[in-house]
């Protein structure tokens, strides 16, 4: 379960993104967050993730107070988030395959991903999840050769 209590981001500028957010999704719950521009949405996001630090507030992957945890625990507990970036944040050199499989660069050592030597299950993973969402023509294709 996500649980978010009185989140509050504060910029250094001033400006305020988020003023005492607080809501629960249940495990296997998909929540949609719509509004305008600037609103706050993708502020949200990155504070679940901590890719922004929250000012004040809590937010709980089950038991884990993510914005309290160190680089290391943080670290592992992303490894239970995703999140698709709305510039999808491909790398255009490498290829789709690569692309799908550097998701895994946490779970592999330094040298398997510096050499892009990834296990077999991951592989096998990642051909089965190109062929879900109709990309598996794609796989070797490098990322900036793909249209919209």
């Not at 296997?28 to 507030?57: F, H």
């Not at 999840?129 to 050769?145: I, N, T, Y």
């Amino acid at each position: 379960m996500l649980r978010i209590e009185g989140l509050t981001k504060t910029y250094k500028t001033g400006d305020k993104a988020l003023s005492d957010v607080s809501f629960e999704a249940p495990k296997g719950q998909v929540i949609g967050l719509i509004g305008p521009s600037g609103a706050g949405k993708s502020t949200l996001i990155r504070c679940i993730n901590r890719l922004v630090e929250p000012s004040s507030g809590a937010v709980w992957l089950n038991d884990i107070n993510l914005p309290a945890l160190r680089t290391r625990e943080l670290r592992r507990a992303r490894r239970r988030i995703g999140m698709i970036f709305q510039e999808y944040a491909l790398v255009e050199r490498l290829t789709v395959m690569e692309n799908v499989l550097s998701g895994r660069l946490g779970y592999v050592g330094f040298w398997r991903s510096f050499t892009r030597q990834y296990p077999g299950a991951d592989i096998t993973s990642a051909y089965r999840l190109l062929d879900r969402v109709g990309l598996m023509a794609h796989a070797d294709k490098r990322a900036d050769a793909l249209s919209g």
